[in-house]
């Protein structure tokens, strides 16, 4: 209901004077009119209608109406007239105008803002408190608060009572559809602080209604951000420490910022059941008090990791609570993770070694035996030490010898029970094992025992058998003649004879032959001969199936009187039951 005056102009651009002039235009229904007046020419109104008549306009003049209205309605509303005259207009584009007129409601927002807390520590996070209020008479439409947040802050998360934040940039914003007479609406906005200083957070508030009194639409509150860091303390997952022996380990402290922490200090309060030997610190020194060590940094970066490594001895088997408190002059942004507890479990531990001695050797059924030692060095000693081993298909025990507990032998699992060992004692298991097939068999023997081992390395032993069919072979040799005269030549026949009951391969027959005697030449038949020195040399044979013989023939000559002796032996890859039948000599008179 507020009055308005809109002023219209009418020009005659020329070239000739306007005659008959007439403007006519309707006020919309919203608005009332209220008066008309005239620079010249006569005014007139029929309901709505509004008619303005002037006889002549010259050429180069103007004359002006004013139409004085008053809303009636809420809404835009528009008046259009338009102007005619008896002459032709060259350009009747400009001979019609509108006017515009936004009827609005008159209101009275109030905006206000608290920063809770006033001042927070750098990377912290605080909460303004906005509240719109609505003073007016009227319903107040459509409000939108806009937020701008200081530089390098950020937002975290907001709660209103009404409406939403439809924008998470800057600026926040922050919509209503109404608030009733006299009601008021909240925002809960959470952001994050940045750099040090004092930093102003301002909103502004609009509705649909013209604000009487806009000097309160808008608030601002000042906030000092003061340095603050977050200082954290961890250690190593390991707890297990092994009774009597060193164990490094390592404590770590972190400034996640976002300033630098000052007058920093770490306390650890070392368990009962365990002692510090030394440490090691990449930044910063250490001192110990009993069995609290101080850890002084000074200053650490945001940022930054540092180490202090202990070396921690297990006294006492048990378990026992190390604490680690790290602490700073600098308000710190997370407390909860200063603190830290870890648990060192004392543990005894020995140190069990296996290993396994035997014939490397053997025969098809024939027995043959190994012996398993067991040794503890300790320090502590051992409990429930067991042996297991699975036996290959070709391998059987023919009977076990422990020095203490037993033996057991179940689907090709042979599991000895020594029960305990001592610290540097040892346990031994003999067992007399027969094969049922040639090749190489090869065994796993594993120890454990009930307390920590620190050295798993010598827990298992890989040992193997060869086992090897018989093959008996038998040499003979015939000097051909038995004499000679010095000059003369002769011969040496060796045979060599396969006795069974296996094959026999790599055979070798080894030759010496006297001084007295020269040989210029070898026949070898299947075989291979090879020279060796004084008056050495072999004679191979790739195999020689049972019940077969196989010789070669050597030729030699008489250099010196006497009796010249010569000797021979024979060996295969086959085991020779009979060894008594592997060698040979024979002299021949010179």
């Known amino acids: 209901y507020q009055e308005t005056t809109n002023t219209w102009w009418l020009t005659n651009a020329g070239p000739s004077t306007a005659h008959g002039v007439t403007v006519s235009g309707t006020i919309p229904a919203g608005l009332a009119l209220l008066r008309l007046s005239a620079t010249s020419g006569l005014t007139g109104v029929e309901g709505a209608d509004v008619r303005w008549e002037i006889p002549s306009l010259e050429a180069g003049t103007a004359v002006a109406l004013e139409i004085a209205v008053r809303t ?120 994050r602080t940045g750099a040090e200083g004092y930093h102003t957070n301002m909103a502004t508030v609009t509705l649909d209604e013209i604000d009487q009194d806009p000097a309160n639409n808008s608030a601002s509150a000042v906030v000092e951000v003061t340095p603050a860091a977050d200082l954290a303390v961890g250690a190593a997952d390991e707890t297990n420490h092994f009774w009597g022996q060193l164990r490094t380990y390592p404590v770590l402290v972190t400034n996640a910022g976002p300033s630098e922490a000052l007058d920093v200090q770490v306390t650890l309060q070392i368990g009962e059941g365990v002692h510090l030997e030394a440490a090691t610190s990449s930044l910063g020194v250490w001192t110990l008090e009993g069995a609290v060590a101080n850890w002084t940094l000074d200053r650490l970066a945001a940022g930054a990791v540092e180490t202090l490594e202990l070396q921690l001895a297990g006294d006492t088997i048990g378990s026992w609570t190390n604490r680690a408190e790290i602490s700073g002059s600098l308000r710190d942004l997370v407390a909860t993770n200063n603190v830290i507890e870890w648990v060192s479990q004392v543990v005894p531990i020995a140190d069990l070694g296996v290993d396994a001695q035997g014939q490397a050797i053997a025969r098809i059924g024939v027995p043959f035996v190994w012996e398993i030692t067991i040794t503890n060095r300790g320090p502590s000693d051992a409990d429930g030490v067991v042996i297991s081993q699975s036996l290959d298909a070709a391998l059987s025990v023919a009977e076990s010898t422990p020095s203490q507990g037993s033996v057991g032998i179940d689907g090709g699992q042979l599991r000895w029970e020594a029960g305990s060992v001592a610290a540097g004692g040892a346990a031994s298991l003999q067992l007399t094992l027969q094969a049922s097939a040639a090749g190489i068999i090869q065994q796993v023997t594993g120890v454990q025992g009930a307390e920590a081992d620190p050295e798993l390395g010598d827990n298992t032993k890989l040992w193997s058998i060869d086992v090897r069919p018989d093959a008996d072979l038998a040499l003979g040799v015939v000097a051909t003649p038995s004499a000679l005269l010095l000059g003369a030549e002769g011969g040496l026949t060796v045979s060599v004879t396969n006795l069974g009951p296996a094959d026999a391969t790599e055979i070798r027959v080894d030759c010496q032959f006297d001084a007295g005697l020269t040989r210029y030449v070898v026949e070898p038949g299947d075989g291979l001969w090879v020279d060796g020195e004084a008056g050495r040399g072999a004679w191979h044979l790739s195999s020689l199936a049972a019940g077969e013989d196989r010789s070669f023939l050597v030729r030699l000559a008489g250099v010196q009187e006497g009796a010249a002796a010569n000797s021979f032996g024979v060996v295969a890859w086959e085991i020779d039951p009979e060894v008594g039948n592997n060698a040979a000599e024979t002299v021949v008179s010179i």
């Not at 206000?112 to 609505?134: H, K, R, T």
């Not at 459509?142 to 975290?156: I, K, M, R, S, Y």
């Not at 998470?168 to 006299?182: K, N, S, T, V, Y």
């Open 72 to 191: 009636e309605a809420l809404g835009i509303w528009v008046s259009d007239f338009a102007a005619t005259a008896t002459e032709g207009d060259p350009d009747p584009a400009d001979n019609v105008a509108s006017v515009t007129v936004e009827a609005r409601g008159l209101g009275d927002v109030a905006l206000s803002m608290q920063a809770v807390p006033d001042g927070a520590a750098a990377g912290g996070e605080l909460v303004f408190a906005i509240q719109v209020n609505n003073l007016g008479a009227e319903i107040a439409h459509n409000l939108e608060v806009a937020n701008w947040l200081p530089a390098g802050f950020q937002h975290v998360s907001s709660i209103v009572s009404t409406g939403s934040v439809v924008s998470p940039d800057q600026p926040l914003r922050w919509q209503i559809a109404e608030i009733g007479i006299g009601e008021a609406a909240t925002w809960e906005l959470r952001a």
